[in-house]
């Protein structure tokens, strides 16, 4: 496989800097020098940019949302809460995603480039100041030891690649991509009796409804056929999800690989017909597929599925003889929801001094309902909850707070000056489901928030505890730690840094009743 271009090849680019860049002669060639600054300034820009930037055309997917009367009033309240929490990101301060995403860098290099031969190490150093500099969060965790792991304090590792490409200067792709849309990834190693309609109409459709809708839809859908190796299949998924291989014609006597965009009309047919829409029900499952086939050895067949969700954060750069360049996204996402908007009634939920009052105000209301949530929530997630829940098995009982209030699953970004905490958007429930059934049955844990679907055995824990998950939307972190969260104060484990637990007081966020105390779910 080569790839040899990134699309979209007719973006808008600003640019960034001319320091350090310049053309100089040896052995009879022109080449072109590059300093490390300037490799690390060009990835320091663009991960500033795409934490709190879109590209138009995502945005314009967004709108058309709005103005589709064919959209459920789900698919719509999700697209304007998305909208809302582009404008305020774009202020810079609050990030789009609090999940900021492992940093990625594809770079294509010319063999005219010229530097020190250190050029992953120059770009890692511009993804650092990135994540330092800005309200950003540290996601990365490394090991101590086989079981043993720490956060690494400035989201490095990041993951370069760097490959050879045309001649005529560099070419970069970054992308931040947060861990619930890379948990979504799936690699079938499948054989020939794959390559049919009706065979791989049946493996989609089964594939993209288990997708469900924990990574934030409406997603950007991609599926890649063949591949000469599973990595190879795997990498190109990648750069399609990021609409980097949009330029790819369609079959060819060279047997080369190519888009297919019959089928990708099929995959779009499939994600509506699923009905899970952007997130609570309607046809916004996604809002575009790409669909690439590729050689493959006669005795395998691997098929992969992946998403980008809705924080689309990818941006393309270059570096030529007139300087370093980045790809213009969009400054002024309030042009993007200008018109009415979608108004949603529901019911108001005071959060009570006890759960039992908790659950009382929700009880009666089936899975769908629209709730807005004000009062005291605990804040935990993965590395709390397996704490918790070491606690437990050592017979030591549980805080009285994880009984008392509703449980937000949780992290936040970095707080920024004069703001109440940083981006605060809900992370995967699926990640919790084992926990569930244990701190039930011991008062705790009796209502949940988070986003997506759970596993069956959730449903049946509230049923036999009396309790309820509710999906609050993904990907609009900004909106709900500006709107929403009113205090915020670190209440434990204040060693695990963004998992540690807090307790904030919410005032109005809105959840939809996902799965309540009478053994009905939504999904």
Known sequence: MKITAFSPVDAMYRHVTSDGIREVTA?????????????????EQA???????LRSSHLAQWRAI?????????????????????????????PLCQDTGTATVVALRGSNILTDGDDAKHLEA????????????????????????ANSGNNLPPQIDIQLGPEDGYRFLFVAKGGGSSNKTTLIQGSKALLNDEALTSLLTERIAA?????????????????????ENLKVLKLASAHALDHLEGPSETGAMFRDRTWEEKVMAIAAASGLGAQFGGRYLALDARVIRLPRHAGSCPI??????????????????????????????????AGP????????????????ETVAALDGHAPGTLVYLSGTLVVARDMAHARLYEMLREGKPLPEYFKQWPVYYAGPAKTPPGEVIGSFGPTTAQRMDEYMEP???????????????????????????NGFYLGTIGGAAAVIAQKHIVTSELLDFPDLGMEAIRKIRVKDLPAFIITNNNNETLY
Not at 48 to 53: A, D, E, K, P, R
Not at 72 to 85: I, M, P, Q, T
Not at 130 to 138: F, K, M, S
Not at 341 to 356: F, L, N, P, T, W
């Open 27 to 43: 052995g009879g060639r022109t080449l072109l020098s590059i300093d490390a600054g300037a490799l690390t300034h060009l990835a």
């Open 47 to 53: 991960f500033h940019n795409v934490s709190y930037f």
């Open 66 to 94: 709005l103005d589709d009367p064919e959209a459920s009033h789900n698919d719509k309240f999700v697209a304007e809460a998305l909208l809302r929490n582009a404008v305020i990101s774009s202020e810079g301060y609050l």
């Open 126 to 149: 511009g993804i650092r100041h990135a994540y330092e500099r800005n309200d950003l969060r540290y996601s990365q965790i490394v090991p101590r030891s086989m079981f043993a792991e």
């Open 211 to 231: 997708l469900g809708v924990a990574a934030c839809p409406p997603y950007h859908l991609a599926v890649v056929i063949g591949g000469t190796s599973p990595e």
């Open 304 to 337: 992969s599925i992946g998403v980008s969700c809705s924080a689309h954060r990818n941006i393309l750069g270059h570096i030529t003889r007139d300087g370093a360049f980045l790809e213009e996204l969009e400054p002024d996402p309030v042009i993007y929801i």
């Open 341 to 356: 908007k979608e108004h949603r009634a529901g019911v108001h939920v005071e959060i009570g001094d006890s759960m039992d």
């Open 439 to 465: 701190f039930m049955a011991a008062g705790a844990s009796r209502v949940t928030l988070a986003k997506g679907n759970r596993a069956p055995s959730v449903t049946a824990s509230c049923a036999r505890h």
